[in-house]
C-alpha cells in the first residue's frame, strides 16, 4: 500500500487543509507514512504570511529532493499559500515537484492525483471567487477538531498576503459547517475550534445566516460537544454580541485571540488595520470586565516601516497595560506583492532585533507572574492523552488553553473532563494532580 507524508506550515487553516489532503489520499487508498522516508507522496501545505516559513518549505523541498533521488518514483507535491501564490513557477523551477495546488484546489485534487500518477506534472491554482468548496471530509477525529466557517479575507491589513492568495471572504452555510460539527461530535470530538482570518464577519457573504454570535449558540447546541473556541476575532468587528455569548454560553471558553500588532495609532494607520488603540483597548476591557476569567492573547509585528522609538514604546505600553497571557510576535519582513512592499523598509534589523528581544523579555514576566497565581487552583481539564514520560501521566488544556500536564492514579481517555489541582505551575505549561 502506498504511503503519504504531509509536512504543515503556518496556521491553524492550514492544519484544516492539511486533514482535507490527508482524507483526499486515504479515500484513494493511500495510508499515512510515519516519516517522511517511508512517503511515496510527500507534500508540503506551505505558508507565505512570514519570511521563515516560506524558507522552511524550500528546505522541506530539499530534504523531500534527496529522498527522490534515491527512490525516482516518489512524487512531490506543493500545496497552501505559496503554491497559490506562486503558481506553475514552482514547476518551472523546480523539476522534483511534480504538482503544486493552491488553496481553492483541495476539492480538485483527487483529479490533480490521477494526473499525476498518469506521468504528468501539474499546477492547479484557480481561484475560486464563489461558494466554498468544503466537503464533510472522511477524517480521524480527534476530541479537539477543527472547523472551517470562513475562507479569504476582505481586510487588506498592509502587510498581508492573504487576501491575494486566500481570496475574498467566503463564509460556509449554517448547514454546512453545523453538519461538520455532528459529524465530528459523532466520532467522539468533544472541543470544536472554529476558524476563520476574521471570524466576526462571519456570514457577510451570504444572503441569510446567523451572526457569528448566533452560530456560536447553535455549534453549542450539538450533542456531544462540550467545548468552543475560534479565531481569529478582527478588533475593529469585535461587538458586545459576542462578548455576551462568550459570558452567557458555558461552552465557549474563556479565551480571546485579538491581535493587537502595534500599540501605536500612526502605525496601526499605516497597516491598515481600521481600528486605533484607543478603540482596541476599549474592546479588551469591556470584555475583560464581562469575563473576568478570560484568557487574552495577541499578536504583534516588530519594526513595521516608519515605526520609531516612540511608536515601540506605544506597543510596550499596551502590552504592560493588557497583561496577555500570551502573545506572538515577529520582526516585520517584506511580503512581496502587499501594499506594504511599496513602502521602505526602513528599520534596521539590529533595532528590530533589540525591540523584539525587549518586547519579549517583558512578556515573560508577564506570563511568570500570571503564571504563578496558579498554584493551589483547580482548573478543568480536558483530557488530550497521556504523556511519553510514563504511565499515570496525562495532559489536556484548560478552558483558558493553557496546556495542563498532570498525574491521576486512574486511567483517562481522550475526551474526559477532570479537575486538576495546580501544584508546579511553569510558562510553558501547568502541573497537577487529578483529584
Ligand atoms: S485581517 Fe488583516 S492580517 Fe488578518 S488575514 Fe485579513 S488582511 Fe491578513
New binding site residues.
Given amino acids: 500500500m502506498r504511503k503519504f507524508f504531509i509536512h504543515t506550515m503556518g496556521c491553524q487553516m492550514n492544519e484544516y487543509d492539511s486533514l482535507r489532503i490527508a482524507s483526499v489520499l486515504e479515500k484513494m487508498g493511500f495510508t499515512e507514512a510515519e516519516s517522511m522516508e517511508d512517503g511515496d507522496y510527500l507534500i508540503v501545505n506551505t505558508c507565505s504570511v512570514r519570511e521563515k516559513p516560506q524558507h522552511k518549505a524550500e528546505s522541506a523541498i530539499g530534504r523531500f529532493r534527496q529522498i527522490k533521488r534515491k527512490r525516482p518514483e516518489v512524487k512531490i507535491g506543493f500545496c497552501g499559500c505559496v503554491a497559490q501564490q506562486e503558481g506553475t513557477d514552482l514547476l518551472k523551477n523546480n523539476k522534483d515537484i511534480d504538482f503544486v495546488v493552491g488553496t481553492d484546489g483541495l476539492h480538485r485534487l483527487e483529479e490533480v492525483i490521477a494526473h499525476v500518477e498518469a506521468g504528468e506534472r501539474l499546477s492547479d491554482t484557480q481561484v475560486n471567487e464563489g461558494g466554498l468548496e468544503i466537503d464533510i471530509f472522511s477524517r480521524t477525529v480527534s476530541v479537539s477538531s477543527f472547523v472551517t466557517i470562513m475562507k479569504g ?1 476582505d ?3 498592509s502587510y ?1 498576503i ?2 491575494y492568495v486566500r481570496g475574498r471572504e467566503r463564509s460556509r452555510t449554517e448547514t454546512e459547517i453545523l453538519d461538520e460539527v455532528k459529524y465530528l461530535a459523532d466520532g467522539g470530538a468533544k472541543e470544536i475550534t472554529l476558524l476563520g ?2 471570524v466576526n464577519s462571519y456570514g457577510t457573504t451570504l444572503e441569510s445566516s446567523p451572526s457569528f454570535p448566533e452560530l456560536l449558540n447553535r455549534v453549542g447546541e450539538v450533542n456531544g460537544i462540550r467545548r468552543i473556541r475560534f479565531v ?1 476575532s ?1 478588533p475593529k468587528d469585535f461587538s458586545d454580541g459576542l462578548i455576551e455569548v462568550m459570558r452567557d454560553n458555558e461552552k465557549v471558553c474563556e479565551y480571546l485571540h485579538l491581535p493587537l500588532q502595534a500599540g501605536s495609532d500612526s502605525v496601526l494607520k499605516r497597516m491598515n488595520r481600521k481600528y486605533t488603540y484607543a478603540h482596541y483597548l476599549e474592546r479588551v476591557m469591556r470584555a475583560k470586565e464581562m469575563i473576568p476569567s478570560l484568557a487574552l492573547s495577541s499578536d504583534f509585528i516588530v519594526g513595521f516601516p516608519g515605526e520609531t522609538d516612540e511608536d515601540f514604546e506605544a506597543t510596550m505600553k499596551a502590552i504592560n497595560d493588557i497583561q496577555y497571557d500570551m502573545i506572538f510576535a515577529f520582526n516585520y519582513s517584506t511580503r512581496p506583492g502587499t501594499k506594504a512592499e511599496n513602502f521602505e523598509d526602513d528599520v534596521p534589523l539590529e533595532v528590530k532585533k533589540m525591540r523584539l528581544s525587549r518586547l519579549l523579555d517583558m512578556q515573560k514576566k508577564i506570563i511568570s507572574d500570571k503564571t504563578a497565581e496558579y498554584k493551589d487552583k483547580v482548573v478543568e481539564v480536558m483530557v488530550e492523552g497521556s504523556s511519553k514520560r510514563g504511565s499515570g501521566q496525562f495532559y489536556g488544556r484548560n478552558r483558558q488553553n493553557r496546556v495542563v500536564n498532570f498525574t491521576s492514579d486512574t486511567i483517562l481517555d481522550s475526551g474526559e473532563f477532570v479537575n486538576v489541582k495546580i501544584t508546579d505551575p511553569k510558562a510553558n505549561s501547568l502541573t497537577g494532580i487529578k483529584l
Fill in positions: 479575507c481586510n487588506f491589513c498581508c492573504v487576501p482570518q476574521n481569529t478582527h
